[in-house]
């Protein structure tokens, strides 16, 4: 059936069935079934849902027993025929109404609807849909930057993501820091992954930033300390000292030069590597401050961060880290081939955004 | 109108599209998620997506500064709402639009005061009940408002209530649904005051958006 006939008839059937009268609305409903069961099935598409029968039963029993005079009673109930009539013909027209309904909107195509805001001056609206399926995406982008930009409430964080979606209406260009996660229980080789995948980088003439724990043991191989490895300059600082039961006690310090390291790194280097976020880290201590101001200075910056799995939930969450990009050694093994090659292909991205920004 | 004046204005409308739709796909993104949990939840999803809407769009009302920019915003948010797996659902769209309308039209009367949120958070959330009993009531006719009050007067009889008390309760009933949209439009002028707040700190310190 042309869409235009039937839009036609959905408003025949809608105006029969408003003015009230039995007949015609009868014969409404006979029409709307038959131009529904011969041309177009999604007009019963709403009926077959319990809802719309649950109430058609309760509308017609309540009908039945509020309006019009009692003529009998069904289970102590009074109910009137005149009622139950009333209730009927209520039920005839929500069908009928229902069913051209469903006719007059399915003959209205997208195109239709296009047509008609370009007709009254709005052909902005569909660039505008267009333009606003486009954004989705970049929403999540965006409030990752804000969280990172502004410590404050989350009122006021929300206050950022406005801001930023304005900017970027504006022309502005919405960043991203790309943060991917190593974790795994003690001992699975987290550092050594941090390791490979900075001699990897070093190899392919990327400039590599950051810093990786060393593991210092005594004799007995027995750990006693860590100490933080500077990719760069291969300087070492004691991160943490210890023995026993004891545990380690960390040198706030070597936090500082660590932050620092980050700092300096974050301008020159393509990717930042980043060894270890732990318990310290998941209370906002120490490596946290240094990378969070890393991460609000430098939005572009890839990072690669060995994460503790008993803290991951919570770090994961402070540092916007999504599961995708997280490598977990308990799970899948020996770093893979796989995992960096999404490194580099997100530097390659990087590397291809940049240009387009010159 | 001179061709540069035509040119101004035209490019005036682009970027002021642009903004509802950047701010029509975020409405929608809270729309598509916060929905569909709250639908799943089986909670009044409506009322509390109603003030939801208004916090966004008196925020962003306030933010632009530009008039009707709440209703552009419903208007692509309707239409993004329409491609979630539901597909074209008439009675969410038009709540979206009436959301737009009435933040558009608070906005005009109000500007940037506190009144805009809560005027529009009232109406907005009181319209989505109402508009479930209008639909209802162009559905099975007038009868429907005869049965309603008929089972009021039921009501209030089984609950010993003196004739007339059973609207109070429908009263307070609708007061409650406008305090839950007040309060998501008291949240949106926050944020939208914060916002402006650090526009303006942005301007003072001569920083370029980014």
Not at chain 1, 278 to 285: Q, T, V, Y
Request: net charge positive; hydrophobic share 45%.
């Amino acid at each position: 059936m042309n869409n235009r006939v039937k839009f036609a008839v959905g408003l025949l059937l809608l105006i029969i069935v408003i003015t009230g009268h039995r007949l015609p609305m009868i014969i409404a409903l006979i029409s709307s079934v038959v131009v529904g069961l011969t041309f177009e099935r999604r007009v019963f598409r709403k009926i077959g849902k319990p809802a719309f029968w649950i109430f058609t039963i309760f509308v017609t029993l309540l009908a039945g027993s509020l309006l019009g005079e009692d003529s009998f009673k069904w289970h102590g109930i009074p109910i009137s025929k005149e009622g139950v009539i009333a209730g009927l013909f209520m039920n005839i027209r929500a069908f009928t109404i229902v069913f051209s309904t469903v006719l007059i909107a399915t003959s209205l195509s997208k195109e239709r609807m296009l047509r008609y805001t370009q007709k009254f001056g709005l052909e902005q609206v569909n660039q505008a849909y267009e333009s606003a399926i486009d954004t989705l995406p970049l929403v999540k982008d965006a409030w990752w930057e804000a969280q990172l930009e502004e410590s404050g409430s989350i009122l006021k964080k929300i206050a950022r993501l406005m801001i930023k979606l304005m900017d970027y209406a504006e022309g502005e260009k919405i960043r991203r820091v790309k943060i991917f996660g190593i974790t795994g229980c003690q001992g699975s080789g987290k550092s050594t992954s941090i390791e490979i995948i900075a001699k990897k980088f070093k190899d392919e003439r990327k400039r590599v930033g950051g810093f990786y724990q060393k593991k210092i043991i005594n004799e007995d191989g027995k750990s006693i300390a860590f100490d933080l490895v500077h990719f760069n300059s291969n300087k070492s600082i004691r991160l943490a000292e210890g023995e026993g039961r004891r545990g380690f006690t960390f040198d706030e310090e070597s936090f500082k030069a660590a932050s620092e390291w980050l700092a300096v790194d974050a301008k020159s280097s393509d990717i930042l590597l980043v060894d270890e976020l732990g318990i310290l880290e998941s209370k906002g201590k120490g490596h946290a401050n240094g990378l969070i101001q890393v991460i609000r200075n430098n939005p572009e910056i890839v990072i690669v961060a060995t994460f503790r799995k008993d803290k991951l939930k919570t770090l994961a969450s402070r540092f916007l880290l999504s599961a995708d990009n997280t490598y977990d050694h308990d799970k899948k093994g020996y770093l893979s081939d796989e995992f960096i090659e999404l490194i580099k292909a997100e530097l390659e991205n990087k590397a291809a955004l940049d240009e387009t920004s010159l | 109108m001179s061709k540069k004046s035509k040119v101004e204005k035209s490019s005036n409308q682009t970027v002021m599209w642009k903004q509802a739709a950047v701010f029509g796909a975020l409405w929608g993104v809270i729309e598509i998620t916060i929905g569909s949990f709250l639908h799943a939840t089986r909670l009044p999803s409506g009322i509390f997506l109603a003030s939801t809407g208004i916090a966004l769009l008196t925020a962003t009302q306030m933010l632009t500064g530009k008039p009707w920019m709440a209703f552009r915003i419903a208007l692509v948010c309707a239409g993004v709402r329409a491609l979630t797996p539901h597909g074209l659902m008439l009675g969410p769209m038009a709540s979206i639009l009436l959301q737009g309308l009435f933040v558009s039209v608070a906005w005009i009367l109000f500007r940037n005061s506190i009144l805009t949120g809560i005027v529009a958070g009232a109406f907005a959330t009181i319209s989505t009940q109402l508009q479930s009993f209008v639909v209802k009531l162009f559905a099975y006719g007038v009868e429907l408002l005869e049965i309603y009050l008929q089972l009021l007067g039921k009501a209030e009889s089984f609950f010993r209530l003196e004739h007339g008390q059973g609207w109070i309760v429908i009263i307070f009933y609708f007061a409650f649904v406008a305090s839950i949209g007040i309060i998501g439009g008291i949240i949106g002028h926050r944020i939208g005051w914060l916002a402006l707040q650090m526009i303006s700190e942005r301007s003072k310190s001569g920083a370029t958006p980014e």
